[in-house]
């Protein structure tokens, strides 16, 4: 059990540099797209739906993580902090993703997304234990 407890904690730690540079080329790509530059649709929900799956992807190795590790019965800030910022982060992003799509053009389909990226992306940082001072 340690051994897959090392491993998962491995690619975690590891996979939130994908997270990270999934979050900078969605915004850029939704940016890109709210500026007229790209398709504006395509490209959103293209660059939306990259750091969605990349947060997806890391959401489901820290909820196993959380509950191989004792869930309530750890230390803080991975007790309830870590794992509920982080599950907000996963929100902003999907609920982003299903405005963007509802959205009644283009170009606000792309500023829906920018601006959900950027949510999620605020919310990744506040919950990354120990990047804040303080923490």
Not at 11 to 31: C, D, K, S, T
Not at 96 to 108: I, M, P
Request: hydrophobic share 60%; net charge positive; aromatic share 8%.
């Amino acid at each position: 059990m340690d051994t897959l407890v090392i491993g998962l904690s491995n690619f975690h730690n590891y996979w939130r540099y994908a997270v990270l540079i999934a979050a900078a080329v969605a915004f850029a790509g939704a940016l890109a797209g709210w500026l007229g530059k790209m398709p504006a649709r395509k490209t959103a929900r293209q660059a939306g739906l990259l750091f969605m799956i990349a947060m997806d992807v890391q959401a489901t190795i820290g909820i196993v993580l959380w509950l191989l590790r004792g869930g309530l019965d750890q230390p803080r800030p991975f007790r309830l902090e870590h794992p509920l910022v982080m599950i907000l982060a996963l929100v902003a992003i999907h609920v982003g993703t299903v405005l963007a799509k509802r959205a009644k053009s283009d170009k606000g389909s792309a500023r829906i997304v920018a601006i959900a990226v950027v949510v999620s992306f605020i919310l990744v940082l506040v919950g990354i234990p120990g990047l804040l001072p303080g923490r």
